[in-house]
């Protein structure tokens, strides 16, 4: 649909024109994609009698909304058929190839279609978590005004994806892999359906076939349509009428590879990444990432999942690992596939072949821990921040020195609450530049010793804060 505000008409061109009914040289899941909500499995407790979705889109009452799930869960499909039930223009917007200039455009049109006939836009958003916060801002008025009701999806936990203007606009709905019973019930009914499905080929799946092929998805529709329209291309091609699951599995193996976003699979391959680069082996990790990105995994992940590997496992034996993680993740964004595949592969050989600390780690996870025990111990009164006259005379500030203007560039101040004075949260290892910072500290304790054993400084003395 362009940005004008031309009334959808009835018809099948329409409903193909929204999105809601596929061509038929489409692929099978985009022509089975429901056109009703009665259509949708797996989601019962939202769409299903008394769901929230279906009683706000028969109220004519659906908010701005997040839908949260896995690939192949119904985002996409029940944003449209949001569209549909409630007379909105429907306008698909996707996060990776729209810039601020669209967004604007579009919300202009939108401004003006409401204006000029009461008619709303439901703008749906996919990848929204993609969105950096200046296009995630330019949503704001329009959501406020009732111009537009967005609807975003994401397969990232929005609450750390989205800024929070925008999240206290939306109701975020969680949205589960499908379950396998509701996988089977739609490819039986691909298997039946004769117009959009695969009915006119005759092929039958046997039970342990289904089962197969219900497993291999995951949870993912899209999955579970795209393996059986290849297992019934299969059957065709060799003329049986009925599938076993050998045969399912088969076809699996061939075709696409054995890998799973949200399963066991994945899991598998990110933690063989993961554990090659701890073990410095740079083949395995180079395998290991090509492994995942030959499959189909979002090159994002992978490169998120570096970025943290450079703070957790090689730390400050390295400090310009998270640097080259990040320009890595960086030159993939700009470049695209295939050429920024060998960005990714660069990090991981840089990480597989640095030197390992998870000191930082672990610093981290001891402040944690006596964070969540301890009870919020007070700032210590000489590291306090004194603006007023009051506040000076009730000591905040007093005896502070600036560290920089003392010969030993420390001033001997306990800085940590005096319950935990002495504490120490981080150990630095013997590692590549961790090793040199292991003797900085060391250093610096001696000279803090010697500076707390002069005379202490009178009251306000030094620059203050």
């Known amino acids: 649909m362009d940005g004008g505000g031309t009334l959808f008409d009835d018809g099948p061109a329409a409903a193909r024109e929204r999105g809601l009914e596929a061509g038929p040289g489409a692929p099978l899941a985009d022509r089975m994609r429901p056109r009703a909500l009665d259509e ?5 407790a939202l769409v299903g009698v008394g769901g929230f979705l279906r009683r706000a889109i028969e109220a004519d009452r659906v908010p701005s909304l997040v839908f949260w799930g896995p690939p192949g869960c119904g985002k996409t499909t029940l ?12 306008v698909p917007f996707s ?5 601020i200039a669209e967004i604007k455009r579009v919300m202009a049109d939108a401004e003006r279609l409401r204006a000029a006939t009461g008619r709303r836009t439901l703008l749906f958003v996919d990848e929204i978590h993609r969105f950096n916060r200046a296009q995630q801002d330019a949503f704001l008025p329009y959501v406020e005004r009732g111009d537009i009701v967005l609807v975003g999806a994401t397969t990232e936990n929005p609450s750390f994806e989205l800024n929070a203007a925008l999240l206290s606009r939306c109701r975020v709905v969680v949205l589960e892999p499908l379950p396998p019973a509701a996988l089977s019930s739609l490819v039986q009914r691909a298997l039946a359906d004769g117009e959009r499905g695969l009915g006119r080929h005759r092929v039958t799946l046997a039970d342990e076939a289904l089962a197969a092929l219900a497993q291999l998805a995951s949870g993912d529709a899209r999955k579970a349509l795209t393996l059986l329209e290849l297992v019934v291309e299969d059957a065709v091609a060799t003329g049986r009428a009925r599938v076993g699951a ?6 699996a193996q061939r075709k696409v590879l054995l890998y799973d976003k949200s399963g066991e699979e994945h899991f598998n391959l990110i933690s063989a990444l993961h554990k090659s680069l701890r073990e410095s082996d740079a083949d395995a990790a180079l395998y290991w990432l090509g492994r995942m990105l030959e499959a ?4 994002g992940y992978v490169a998120r999942r570096m970025v ?3 703070t957790e496992d090689v730390g400050l034996a390295d400090p310009t690992a998270l640097g080259r993680a990040l320009d890595g993740w960086a030159a993939f964004e700009r470049l695209g596939s295939p050429e920024g595949e060998l960005a990714l592969a660069q990090v991981a050989i840089y990480l597989a072949l640095a030197p390992k600390s998870v000191a930082t780690y672990r610093a981290w996870g001891k402040v944690r821990a006596t964070i969540a025990e301890r009870p919020a111990d007070p700032v210590p009164p000489v590291i306090r921040n004194a603006p007023t006259s009051l506040m000076k005379e009730l000591g905040y500030g007093a005896g502070y020195r600036y560290a920089p203007d003392t ?3 420390v001033a001997g101040l306990d800085c940590l609450p005096e319950a935990l004075a002495g504490s120490r949260f981080y150990e630095p290892s013997d590692q590549g530049v961790e090793a040199r910072l292991g003797e900085r500290l060391a250093e610096l304790a001696r000279r803090r010793a010697a500076a707390r054993r002069r005379t202490p400084p009178r009251s306000g003395e030094g620059r203050g804060e």
């Not at 050998?246 to 076809?251: F, I, L, P, R």
């Open 407 to 409: 010969a030993e560039g």
């Open 308 to 310: 943290r590997f450079a």
């Open 40 to 44: 949708v499995v797996g989601q019962d």
């Open 95 to 99: 996060a990776v190839t729209s810039g």
């Open 296 to 299: 189909g995994e979002d090159p």
């Open 246 to 251: 050998e045969a399912v599995q088969a076809v």
């Open 79 to 90: 944003a449209r058929l949001i569209a549909e039930a409630t007379s909105a223009r429907f």
